[in-house]
């Protein structure tokens, strides 16, 4: 069992910035892969970043790419999303997730098996 808890979500000017963290308990991440995904209201929950935990390999959303970066902490256990000139259409509920056996299919959120609780992220115009 790995519990997963977001935080660091609120509401942020057009332009402002946020650093979402995603703390784990029951297992070490080691060898995982970690994504962070959205869903705005009345959405699919969209993929927005991954890493993998063994190689330090990350991926983003084009949508974000160049704005937001995922990274980890190993002595912590835990992952954050930096995201950087936000656009009201980052608006969402932001989820944590954890893929237990490092696999590649980063986007396809069925490839996670357990998921945090969510943080909202505003972004006012």
């Known amino acids: 069992q790995v519990q997963l808890v977001e935080s660091g979500g609120g509401l942020v000017q057009t332009g402002g910035s946020l650093r979402l963290s995603c703390a784990a308990s029951?297992?070490?991440?080691?060898?995982?892969?970690m994504g962070w995904f959205r869903q705005a209201p009345g959405k699919e929950r969209e993929f927005v970043a991954a890493?993998?935990?063994?190689?330090?390999?990350?991926y983003h959303a084009d949508s974000v790419k160049g704005r937001f970066a995922i990274s980890r902490d190993n002595a912590k256990n835990t992952v954050s999303l930096q995201m950087n000139s936000l656009k009201p259409e980052d608006t969402a509920v932001y989820y944590c997730?954890?893929?237990?056996?490092?696999?590649?299919?980063?986007?396809?959120?069925?490839?996670?098996?357990?998921w945090g609780q969510g943080t909202q992220v505003t972004v006012s115009s």
């Open positions: 029951g297992r070490t991440l080691s060898g995982t892969t």
């Open positions: 890493i993998l935990w063994r190689s330090g390999n990350t």
């Open positions: 997730a954890v893929d237990r056996f490092g696999g590649t299919i980063i986007r396809d959120p069925g490839s996670y098996d357990y």
